[in-house]
């Protein structure tokens, strides 16, 4: 027997918070897999049986297939009601193919209970909400899964759209000629007569013959994604399977289709969006947002569109602290502004959470290649081809070669003689198997800090000072001791819901006079209230660990008063106050 081994030693605990020994999840989830749309579900369900007292769920409406778009909201009912607590909104798989968003939110939720003993979960629990849509667009998803694709197709909804605009929908979409269950690339050798040249270290890859006065060419032309001119318009694949976008139609800085594509008619005129506003408009408390798409590792923020012009510079310094912990916390990873850094978003979802309703919001773009190749994109594949030499030895070495469908021969109706090949499509734009567990667990805890920045109220001091006459001043110091304001500053300058109030009260007590401190110093510097001096109002709210000085003068035979602060995006707080 070995002396230092102890039964104790072999107690498993409950709980997984990321250490590998001694700990068991309470509902087992592989993380080395991505799951249709009915097995998200089933795992909810899981969850949900296993903690019922902290996840419970509800139906807020239909896709355009009829699938469901079900949120399940996790918080701790016991410690108060979820509308008192700060809320935040956490949502995946917006556009079909960007399918591993789906994923991070089912792993937010299972962290979450998982762990409800840790004290750094349990105070999220104990005094926040979560909302979790893990499928905006339920019905990509499951045609990603479910039908022939690239890693890019079933990007937006399925509604039948006419993306050619020649009068008939959806009638030339790419077709899976070799029944492989994926859309790749043709090829056709052509030789002396091509633009493109095998590469000599891969022949898997073609490079592009550069023009030359010597009048050399290509063995090859590339023909594009597999599929024929299914219309008889002389173009193959130019209107695929539906065509609009749920992350175009939303109302801040929205464009119609001639320059936004995928936009739709008007704002929120897919189903799927309105059942999302509907729910969202109905939770005042909201105070963060996380929406998650892929690829490309980057934490994104508005403006999405550079005609909107800056966002409020108080709520910036929000943003960057956020954005600049998720840069460490998130490998290879970019804190970016979407149109400045990217390109130009007009009717974007989380640029509408900050835009629209004044809440701090992220887009995170999940996997980049730099993940896999463990080195920054400028260092990768700087000669023709090298990017793709790079990819496929990796393939080759971590996958088996199995995310590369080798080039065959094909007997094609309009180009004859062709070669089919190309990447799977679960390859490229979400990460091989054995590093998904990795890019959720990352992600959904950056989001879980994102939460913990949340606006968290106290009362600092609360002092009685008599001024003589029956009349005493009382002084209360209120504190936001988190990073996100009670109210954004945005918030604030459009008037979106409501302002902060800070009370007075209690039996027997008259409030003569109240208002705000502007002199830490000097106590009678202050704003004086016009009206209502035992209730002020505050529009801009309690500033990132911010502070708020008040001052009460009151008479009357009360021995005591209640002071109290009160707002949209955090628990109320009180004290009492003796007289």
């Known amino acids: 027997m070995i002396p230092f081994l102890t039964a104790a030693a072999l107690v498993l605990q409950g709980g997984f918070p990321g250490t590998p020994v001694g700990s068991r999840p309470k509902v087992e989830i592989p993380w080395n897999r991505l799951y249709d749309e009915p097995e998200i579900h089933a795992h909810f369900e899981r969850l949900e049986k296993a903690f019922p007292d902290l996840l419970r769920h509800e139906d807020i409406g239909k896709s355009v297939e009829g699938r469901v778009m079900r949120v399940y909201t996790l918080s701790d009912r016991s410690t108060g009601p979820d509308a008192d607590k ?15 968003g789906g994923e991070t939110v089912l792993y937010t939720a299972w962290y979450l209970c998982e762990n409800r003993a840790e004290p750094k979960v349990k105070e999220l629990l104990d005094g926040s909400v979560f909302h979790l849509l893990p499928l905006v667009n339920p019905d990509g998803r499951a045609h990603w899964f479910q039908m022939a694709h690239d890693s890019s197709s079933s ?38 007569r091509g633009t493109h040249r095998q590469d000599p270290d891969d022949p898997r890859v073609l490079v592009p013959v550069p023009a030359n006065d010597e009048g050399r060419r290509g063995d090859w032309v590339m023909l594009g994604e597999e599929g024929i001119d299914d219309d008889g318009d002389g173009s193959v694949n130019e209107d695929e399977v539906g065509g609009y976008d749920m992350n175009r139609s939303w109302p801040s800085m929205w464009e119609p289709e001639h320059v936004q594509g995928g936009a739709g008619p008007y704002p929120l005129c897919w189903p799927e969006t309105r059942a999302i506003a509907r729910y969202v408009l109905a939770q005042p408390n909201l105070a963060a947002l996380q929406s998650y798409h892929n690829a490309g590792g980057m934490i994104l923020r508005g403006p999405g ?174 504190k936001n001791i988190h990073a996100i304001p009670t109210r954004t500053a945005r ?49 801009r709210g309690i500033g990132s660990r911010g502070e708020v000085r008040v001052r009460w003068l009151v008479t009357g035979p009360a021995t005591s008063a209640v002071v109290r602060w009160s707002g949209e995006k955090a628990r109320d707080v009180e004290e009492t106050v003796r007289l």
């Open 86 to 100: 700060p809320a935040m909104w956490i949502d995946g798989n917006v556009h079909g193919n960007e399918v591993q």
């Open 155 to 192: 990007r937006t909804g399925v509604l039948p759209t006419d993306d050619d605009r020649d009068g008939r929908l959806d009638e030339d979409p790419p077709n899976d000629l070799d029944g492989d269950g994926h859309i790749t690339q043709m090829r056709k050798f052509v030789p002396g």
């Open 305 to 478: 569109a550079e005609p909107f012009g800056e966002y409020e510079r108080e709520d910036v310094r929000v943003f960057d602290e956020i954005g600049r912990t998720g840069e460490k916390m998130l490998p290879f990873y970019r804190y970016m502004v979407i149109w400045k850094d990217l390109y130009t978003v007009w009717g974007g979802f989380a640029t509408w959470g900050y835009e629209g309703l004044g809440v701090i919001s992220f887009t995170n773009e999940l996997w980049n290649s730099e993940q896999l190749t463990g080195k920054p994109r400028e260092g990768q594949g700087g000669s023709p081809g090298g990017f793709q030499r790079e990819r496929l030895a990796l393939d080759d070495k971590l996958l088996l070669g199995a995310g590369f469908v080798d080039w065959h021969p094909y007997e094609h109706p309009l180009y004859g003689a062709i070669e089919i090949g190309g990447f799977r499509k679960d390859t490229g734009r979400v990460p091989p198997s054995f590093m998904i567990e990795e890019m959720i667990a990352r992600n959904a805890l950056f989001a879980l800090e994102h939460a913990r920045n949340m606006p968290l109220v106290k009362i600092e001091t609360a002092e009685v000072t008599d001024l003589g006459g029956g009349v005493k001043a009382i002084d209360v110091l209120f």
């Open 491 to 539: 918030a604030a300058s459009q008037k979106i819901g409501t302002p902060d109030v800070f009370t007075c009260e209690g039996p027997g007590l008259t409030v003569l006079a109240g208002g705000f401190r502007t002199d830490r110093w000097r106590p009678e510097e202050m704003e004086i209230a016009e009206h209502e001096p035992a209730r002020l109002l505050r529009e």
